[in-house]
């Protein structure tokens, strides 16, 4: 069975960088569409990005400019680099992978934004 595993969460300041990760198990994210999303306490899980497997991205109107995607799929690994963070990006990330209609989500990783 193929995992997703996020790390990279944590405490940052208000205007900070984090960098996200996101790594599969097997070999599977050079035929995946990937992508981040946010879940923050007390509302639904929301869409922040995503990178096709031909390297396109979107990104949600509320990270444009300050969030970047991308994709290493040699090492099975995607990221999102978060810099200008605010406290209302504070949120549990999880990675998801559609790997030929198999839709796979990470465990989660905390981002908390707070001076």
């Known amino acids: 069975q193929v995992q997703l595993v996020e790390s990279g969460g944590g405490l940052v300041q208000p205007g900070g960088s984090l960098r996200l990760s996101c790594a599969a198990s097997r070999d599977i994210f050079i035929i995946a569409g990937l992508g981040w999303f946010r879940q923050a306490p007390g509302k639904q899980r929301e869409l922040d990005a995503t990178?096709?497997?031909?390297?396109?991205?979107n990104y949600a109107d509320s990270v444009k400019g300050r969030f970047t995607i991308s994709r290493d799929n040699a090492k099975n690994t995607m990221y999102l680099q978060m810099n200008s963070l605010k406290p209302e990006d504070t949120a549990v990330y999880y990675c998801?992978?559609?790997?030929?209609?198999?839709?796979?989500w990470g465990q989660g990783t905390l981002v908390t934004v707070s001076s």
């Open positions: 998801n992978a559609n790997v030929l209609g198999m839709i796979l």
């Open positions: 990178i096709t497997s031909g390297g396109s991205t």
